[in-house]
């Protein structure tokens, strides 16, 4: 069935958005994108009418949707800009590369749920974005498209994984959730060949964990 983006969706987004904008996202490429991208398109139809509250939802495979406020908080943090090469670890519904893709960034994501992988591939091709899909394992990122001046990992690491920090331009930026239960959201700047630093952390975020290995 052909999915329709009607004018009470684009109403409930904008609502959406200036609820984001009372919770200090201010990064205007960020709001403009999720005001654009049409969430109810990544949800099951179980989920329609809820599709803009600040929830998050199942996707399957034991995956969710994030809510709308984390999507928006993780991108601020991310700082994307137009023609950054972006690298998403844990493309699930394909919702966050929409939004990367639609401010202009070259996106490129991994799906370890061959399931997810293909639904994403889908909803990403009726809106067509052009993001770059790969099912694979997102502990060991893409080195054969590497350096990547950005990475986002929507997932929970109980460490930040080299591989990822290693497939960062030097001056790129990595965001991340670090943790168990309760995880760090972390954003590290890669300032050398082999050197890091921990720009912030904010606390309370809770990401499905990052698995190895595909399914």
Known sequence: MKKIDTFRDKGLRAQMVERLKSRDIRNMSVLNAINEIPRHFFLDSAFLEFAYKDNAFPIG?????????TVAFQSELLSPSPKDKILEIGTGSGYQAAIL????????????FKDLYLKAKKNL???????????????????NHAPFDKIIVTAGA?????????????????????????????????TGKDNY???????DFKFVPLLREKK
Do not use: H
Request: charged share 20%; net charge negative; glycine share 8%.
């Open 158 to 190: 109980s460490e930040v994984p080299f591989a990822l920090k290693e497939q960062l331009i030097i001056g790129g930026i990595l965001v991340i959730p670090v943790g168990f239960e309760d995880q760090k959201m972390t954003v590290i700047l890669k």
């Open 61 to 69: 495979c034991d995956q969710t949707i994030s809510n709308p406020y």
């Open 197 to 203: 630093e921990v720009l912030s952390q904010y606390n």
């Open 101 to 112: 893709c639609k401010i202009g960034c070259k996106v490129y994501s991994i799906e370890r």
């Open 125 to 143: 091709s009726d809106l067509k974005c052009n993001a770059n899909l790969f099912y694979g394992d997102g502990y060991l990122g893409l080195p």
